[in-house]
């Protein structure tokens, strides 16, 4: 007899929707039929939809901070708000800081995560110290123990890669078949315009967004791709904010090169305007992260890219900072420049109820294209498919139960996160998700979460489809 059936669903995958019924086995999907027989428990979804547990590619959970910052979601609350936002995977990042050997990184965040987690999880690696052991021994090591994929920075005095050094991890990740995620932002550039700023004494966290303008990225972007096409390798340009960068990857993958993208829901639901706050003032800080948001006209861009194709995945970065707090946006030097303000907002509880309001309530993309960029395409590009992304015979049963009418304002009051606001307060979507389930559980349902700290495994990864698997 089966554990659990899902009756009354429209199931929606990739690549279409169907009504049917769901039989889950064993944490499995066993049975997708007219009629699947009894089962132990019964779950009646009649107008709901049947999706694909979210995967979000990109979050930062207790990422260590410099200058007495803490992040205000560990491993425990951010998973609980990964779920309570119709999540079942996420991949949050391990940082190796300089000095520090990859491997021991590694093993500081299982153990931070160790019993913590309410969905399955599993790390990507943040190469900020590239040393010959590290891309000699320690990183080829670890892409063979399932750690697939890593990410650098073109910017962040305590994280920067020169072109010697992106070239040369971008070489090692062709020859170990590992998919490099690189935030493209140019460093000088940004320490040149934050100067500027700071000496005509234009400080307050607005200002954050004149100092990394498109320009900024665009050339980063560039050279990315560039560095990438030499050495022959994928990439993906993680959080891209507009029109400029994306017309770069555009170019990219018109003349063929295997590059890939990312989006997030600050690029399609705020402004730099935002970042104003209500009159230049501190309030602004809620909105600081990096690349920036941008204008009207970079919304209607990644419309069209999330429509037809120069995205692939539709991540959170997810990065929160406490604002009423000296270790969060408050920092100290904080409201004295910009340049203090920790960079990141929270978002991993609103991700998919953006998109989906936003995207397939207002008619911009289809409910296919939804479950492509928030599920399937995240689990390909990741090595994890076709365990996870898509609702099929003998995939882990992780799946989402969706009201596509239910009107939902967005605020602080309903998120599971540990951050004290959200960006998106007041925000009105249309679709939210019901309940959760995680590999046949039932870890959220309707307002409460439901699993426990634990629930969540650890997930090895295989090579990205990338690479052609
Ligand atoms: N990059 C991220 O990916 N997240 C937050 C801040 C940053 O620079
Ligand atoms: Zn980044
Ligand atoms: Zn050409
Ligand atoms: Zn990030």
Not at 31 to 60: M, N, Q
Not at 98 to 114: D, I, P
Not at 270 to 278: H, N, P, R, V, Y
Not at 407 to 418: C, G, K, P, R, W
Request: overall charge negative; hydrophobic content about 40%; some cysteine.
């Amino acid at each position: 007899m089966l554990d659990t059936a899902i009756r009354n669903a429209t199931i929606v995958t990739a690549a279409d929707r169907t009504k049917a019924e769901i039989g889950i086995k064993d944490g499995r999907i066993i049975a997708i039929a007219e009629d699947i027989g009894p089962a132990r428990e019964e779950i009646d979804a009649t107008g709901l939809l049947a999706l694909p547990g979210g995967i979000d590619a990109h979050v930062h959970l207790e990422q260590p901070q410099g200058g007495g910052v803490v992040m205000a979601d560990g491993f425990e609350s951010g998973t609980r708000s990964a779920a309570a936002g119709g999540n079942t995977t996420v991949l949050p990042f391990a940082l190796q800081q300089r000095g520090q050997s990859l491997r021991e990184a590694v093993e500081a965040y299982h153990a931070a995560a160790k019993g913590k987690c309410y969905v399955d999880t599993s790390f990507h690696l943040i190469i900020t110290d590239p040393t010959p052991q590290v891309l000699g021994q320690e990183l080829p090591a670890l892409v063979k123990a399932g750690y697939t994929s890593f990410k650098v920075f073109m910017t962040y005095d305590d994280m920067v890669l020169n072109d010697a050094q992106l070239i040369e991890v971008f070489d090692l990740a062709r020859r170990e078949k590992a998919m490099v995620m690189v935030h493209a932002e140019g460093y000088d550039a940004i320490r040149y315009m934050a100067r500027r700023l700071e000496e005509a004494g234009k400080t307050a966290p607005y200002y954050h967004a004149e100092s990394r303008p498109q320009s900024v990225e665009r050339e980063a972007t560039h050279r990315a791709i560039s560095h990438a096409e030499l050495t022959n390798v994928p990439i993906t340009i993680v959080h891209v904010s507009g029109r400029e960068p994306m017309e770069q990857i555009q170019w990219a993958k018109k003349h063929g090169l295997n590059i890939f993208a990312e989006t997030c829901p600050q690029y399609i639901a705020l402004t730099a305007e935002d970042l104003k706050g209500l009159d230049m003032d501190f309030e602004g800080a809620k909105y600081v992260c990096s690349p920036p948001p941008r204008d009207l006209d970079s919304q209607k861009a990644i419309w069209e890219g999330l429509r037809d194709g120069t995205f692939d995945i539709f991540s959170s970065d997810h990065c929160p900072f406490r604002f009423d707090d000296p270790k969060g946006k408050n920092v100290q030097g904080a409201r004295s420049s910009f340049r203090w303000v920790p960079n990141g907002i929270p978002g991993i509880e609103t991700r998919l109820p953006i998109l989906f309001s936003e995207g397939v309530s207002k008619g911009r993309i289809s409910l296919e294209r939804f479950v492509a960029l928030t599920a399937t395409n995240p689990a390909k590009l990741f090595g994890l498919y076709p365990r996870k992304g898509s609702i099929a015979v003998g995939a882990d049963a992780d799946i989402t139960l969706w009201d596509p009418s239910r009107e939902v304002v967005i605020s602080q009051a309903l998120m599971h996160h540990d951050c004290d606001y959200t960006p998106y307060e007041g925000f009105e979507v249309t679709g939210w998700p019901v309940r959760t389930i995680l590999r046949g559980q039932t870890i959220f349902c309707e307002g409460d979460v439901i699993g426990a700290p634990g629930t969540g495994a650890y997930l090895e990864r295989g090579t990205s489809q990338a690479f052609g698997g």
